[in-house]
């Protein structure tokens, strides 16, 4: 079993920054892909970002990049998410999803991840 802890949601003017923290446990992560998600009121689960197990590749939504970096440090056991330049559609719980599947190296399907935190409120004020 993993243990995933999401931190550092909050209120924040649009055009503000927040960065999450994600610390898993449980077991090995630098074996790991993983990913953040979020979901906003009224509307299904949506993919953000992912990031490989060293580092070394992420990808992103399409609406996000340049705003949003995912980024990891497996000797600290923790994945995080830096969000820049908000705006109120970024409204949502944010969820960190890890996967230990073999092969593959960046996941953006939801079906792909194993183990979930249980989210962190982001809310963006106008």
């Known amino acids: 079993q993993v243990q995933l802890v999401e931190s550092g949601g909050g209120l924040v003017q649009a055009g503000g920054s927040l960065r999450l923290s994600c610390a898993a446990s449980?077991?090995?992560?630098?074996?790991?892909?993983m990913g953040w998600f979020r979901q906003a009121p009224g509307k299904e689960r949506e993919f953000v970002a992912t990031?490989?197990?060293?580092?070394?590749?992420?990808y992103y939504a399409n609406s996000l990049k340049g705003r949003f970096t995912i980024s990891r440090d497996n000797a600290k056991n923790t994945v995080y998410l830096q969000m820049n330049r908000l705006i109120p559609e970024d409204t949502a719980v944010y969820y960190c999803?890890?996967?230990?599947?073999?092969?593959?190296?960046?996941?953006?399907?939801?079906?792909?991840?194993?183990?979930w935190g249980q989210g962190t409120q982001v809310i963006v004020s106008s």
């Open positions: 449980g077991r090995a992560f630098s074996t790991g892909i």
């Open positions: 999803a890890a996967s230990f599947a073999e092969g593959s190296n960046l996941l953006s399907r939801g079906s792909s991840y194993q183990y």
């Open positions: 990031i490989s197990r060293s580092g070394g590749s992420t």
